[in-house]
């Protein structure tokens, strides 16, 4: 008997235990279902406040007094479609806008000043004679003007653009000491065709670099014991001769004549009757 009545106390414990549970879980329920009916009512509120934000401007948009569209009717043209809103002429491209800029002055740092001399890879040795100020494309320029006494031209360069040029200043007399050095060496003459070689040496003059330019002078430096020229490369020659004797004349600032003996002495051209005058 007591054995039963110990089991009947246990199963009693578990439905009592049982029920407990089941009554936690149903006011776990019923409080996540205030949980939600509480924010399902806030964002109603909100709608609701949205709503009212936007009926209000739209009765602000109704108050505002409509402007009337201006229609422009094109010539020529009989049809429906005739007049068309400016906006959409505009978006076509019919109608040509002329836009006035105002005129700006471009501030760049000045590399060279009047009366000195200066290297223009295509030209040679100038001097610049001026800095004048010019308007190109609605833009106050500064530019230099440069004088080639030896072609009796002149030539203008925008101060913005010396380094696009090339434009750069005469070699100075420690530079050109290097340069004497290179037209004692050797000849480097190449086994190709002549007029891939003619193109190179063209480059090479017209690169306005001293080194290169004293390069040429070498390599078709002709002395008497030596095979005649060709005319092509006489005249290859003799600008590159012409540019380098005047960049040493202006860098060592010495005579015409001075400059000519110290060159061909160099290149052996001393004794030469028929040696290039250009200078």
């Given at each position: 008997m007591t054995k039963k009545k110990t089991k009947q106390n246990i199963s009693k414990k578990k439905v009592a235990k049982k029920k407990v549970v089941k009554k936690k879980v149903a006011k776990k329920k019923v409080a996540k279902k205030k949980v939600a009916k509480k924010k399902v009512a806030k964002k109603k509120v909100a709608k609701k406040k949205v709503s009212k934000k936007v009926v209000e401007k739209k009765?602000?948009?109704i108050d505002k007094?409509?402007?009337?569209k201006r229609i422009v009717s094109l010539p020529g043209i009989q049809h429906k479609?005739?007049?068309l809103n400016p906006s959409h002429w505009q978006a076509k491209k019919t109608k040509k806008v002329l836009e006035i800029k105002d005129i700006k002055e471009k501030k760049v740092k000045k590399i060279f000043n009047t009366k000195d001399y200066v290297v223009y890879p295509t030209h040679g040795v100038g001097q610049v004679i001026d800095i004048e100020k010019r308007e190109v494309v609605g833009q106050k320029l500064e530019m230099y003007v440069i004088e080639f006494p030896n072609m009796d031209m002149l030539v203008r360069v925008p101060v913005d653009k010396t380094k696009l040029n090339n434009l750069r200043k005469v070699s100075r007399p420690g530079k050109?000491?290097?340069?004497?050095?290179?037209?004692?060496?050797?000849?480097?003459i190449k086994r190709t065709m002549w007029s891939r070689r003619a193109?190179?040496?063209d480059q090479k003059i017209n690169s306005g670099e001293i080194e290169q330019i004293a390069e040429v002078v070498r390599d078709l430096n002709r002395a008497d014991s030596q095979a005649e020229q060709s005319y092509s490369e006489r005249q290859l020659f003799e600008l590159a001769y012409g540019r380098l004797l005047r960049e040493v004349i202006v860098s060592l600032k010495i005579t015409d004549?001075?400059?000519?003996?110290?060159?061909?002495?160099?290149l052996g051209r001393d004794k030469i009757e028929n040696a290039p005058l250009a200078i």
């Open positions: 009765k602000e948009v007094p409509v402007k009337k479609r005739a007049h050109i000491q290097t340069i004497f050095k290179i037209l004692t060496e050797k000849a480097k193109q190179e040496y004549e001075a400059g000519k003996k110290k060159v061909d002495k160099l």
